[in-house]
């Protein structure tokens, strides 16, 4: 089999906020030196705290925009490699990660976007994966992928000129939900998204829907839901009540609140739209 994609091929597209030095890779990389490997660094910051790269294989843009959204459409148009990989600054990588999304993509080379797996910090898997490749990702496999998990082409992204939503994610009007909205614009446009579940690197459980109240959680799902979905809207409210009921993470009393705000959220996204 001819490899279409090789070392170097790969480039880490990392989102970060206020820094002043490259100190922080040196941990997210504990088996080599993070200038082993093709990292585009989006810095949100000031104009007095830049930081600088003497490495040739470490580029750095100094945004002073805020929003995660904007730093991930900041990084991925910038990106110069054949496969794109997002990530955050607070993540650890697995030794022979590269390794493993290439051989991903020259074993799949129909899929446009390979959606890889993670671990905790103390070598649990952060959620249920599938036992084995999924070639065909459904709607809610989808809206349970993290936004590290996500990897591309980036020929396709340039193509598509499929962005981020900015209205959804951290530092944003509705704090969660972009990268399903992301994968979901390109299920939309008939692009290929599989999941390979083979551990990539470690990260903590902590998400920013923990951080959110039952009442924030549906305000960001109503918007979210009518971003997605031009007639799935209640039907994905109530599969999202159902399910949320059956784990314990709402209370019966609590329905008509997680309803309402549902609600709110999906009026102000139409409002905001306009």
Not at 156 to 174: C, H
């Amino acid at each position: 089999m001819i490899k279409e994609f090789i070392k170097g091929d790969l480039e880490i597209v990392l989102s970060t906020m206020n820094r002043d030095s490259l100190d922080f890779l040196i941990p997210m990389f504990p088996f080599s030196h993070f200038s082993n490997f093709s990292i585009l660094i989006v810095n949100q910051t000031q104009p007095d705290k830049l930081v600088v790269s003497n490495y040739p294989s470490i580029r750095i843009v100094n945004s002073f925009e805020k929003g995660l959204s904007k730093s991930r459409n900041t990084g991925i148009k910038n990106a110069k490699g054949k496969i794109v990989l997002i990530a955050d600054d607070d993540e650890v990588f697995k030794e022979g990660f590269e390794n493993t999304i290439l051989e991903a993509y020259n074993k799949y080379p129909e899929a446009v976007s390979i959606c890889f797996a993670l671990e905790d910090f103390n070598g649990f898997l952060l959620k249920k994966y599938p036992s084995k490749t999924k070639l065909q990702l459904s709607f809610l496999d989808i809206c349970s992928i993290l936004s590290i998990e996500i990897s591309f082409k980036k020929a396709t992204f340039d193509q598509l000129n499929s962005m981020f939503d900015t209205n959804f994610g951290l530092g944003s009007p509705f704090m969660m939900g972009e990268e399903a909205i992301f994968l979901s614009d390109w299920k939309q446009q008939k692009q290929i998204v599989i999941s390979v579940p083979k551990v990539i690197a470690s990260h903590s459980r902590l998400s920013t829907d923990d951080k959110l109240n039952f009442k924030q959680r549906y305000y960001v799902q109503g918007a979210f839901l009518t971003r997605v979905s031009k007639h799935g809207y209640y039907k994905g409210v109530f599969l999202k009540l159902f399910f949320d009921l059956k784990q314990n993470k709402i209370k019966i009393k609590q329905l008509y609140a997680a309803l309402k705000s549902a609600n709110k959220g999906k009026i102000d996204f139409i409002q905001m739209k306009k």
